[in-house]
């Protein structure tokens, strides 16, 4: 076979390799579950993903892609809300498949925040003193330190279980109060609701922190 029968062979193996990946990519992006993120009041956690999961979610996606980082986020939310309405064999089973799948997606999409708070949350269901809590919840903060659609969950996660015992965790927490307190009043009812489900070092930390900062908010966050 000459050379140019050759190249004409190659070059058609190429064409149908990248139309087959394109074609997939299109039918995995249309099939693909909406964008999601953590509800604005994090006791909302899982209002939106009760009942069985997309039959998607028990796939994984070829390309590693968003949609693979946003099934893996959806499958732990669901697992997270649905673990006090199974038996213990299925919860476990159920909370390892999350748990590793959300490892999984992380160790090729470390910079995702919303699967690093995921992880805590997970992990805060098998063992609330467990030191990942806090090292996922600091992983959160330093790849998305500004993302204020985060600020919800961080400061509940903080304040509920023993992050806050780690200075640097008390300090990117306390960032974020002021953030709140200072330039987003709309967003206040979070700390209120934040402080309803706190710890005794939780809710104390809240206090300080709001009384330091805005002293007329601290009748409210008691409410």
């Known amino acids: 076979m000459s050379s140019s029968g050759i190249f004409r062979i190659l070059l058609i193996a190429l064409t149908v390799t990248v139309g087959s990946y394109a074609i997939v990519s299109a039918v995995a992006e249309v099939t693909a579950l909406g964008r999601t993120t953590f509800p604005a009041d994090a006791a909302e956690i899982g209002a939106r993903w009760t009942g069985d999961a997309p039959s998607l979610l028990g796939t994984r996606s070829p390309f590693g892609s968003e949609l693979e980082r946003n099934h893996a986020f959806i499958g732990a939310l669901q697992t997270i ?12 089973i159920a909370h390892t498949d999350a748990l590793s799948r959300v490892r999984r997606t992380l160790s090729t ?5 919303e699967l690093w708070l995921a992880l805590a949350l ?3 269901q098998r063992d609330p003193h467990d030191p990942v809590v806090a090292e996922a919840l600091k992983m959160a903060y330093f790849v998305a330190p500004n993302d204020a659609r985060l600020m919800p969950m961080r400061i509940d996660i903080a ?10 965790v008390k300090d990117l927490v306390g960032n974020d109060v002021r953030l ?6 709309g967003s206040r009812s979070t700390l209120v609701s934040a402080y309803r489900r706190a710890s005794k ?3 104390g930390f809240l206090e300080d922190a709001v009384e330091s900062i805005d002293p007329s908010f601290l009748a409210t966050l008691r409410s």
């Open 180 to 185: 709140i307190l200072i330039r987003r009043p």
């Open 122 to 124: 997970l992990q805060v």
């Open 109 to 113: 999409s470390p910079y995702n925040p």
């Open 159 to 168: 304040t509920r279980f023993d992050a806050l015992a780690l200075p640097d």
């Open 201 to 203: 070092l939780g809710k």
């Open 81 to 92: 809300e649905s673990g006090q309405q199974r038996s213990t064999i299925l919860r476990s």
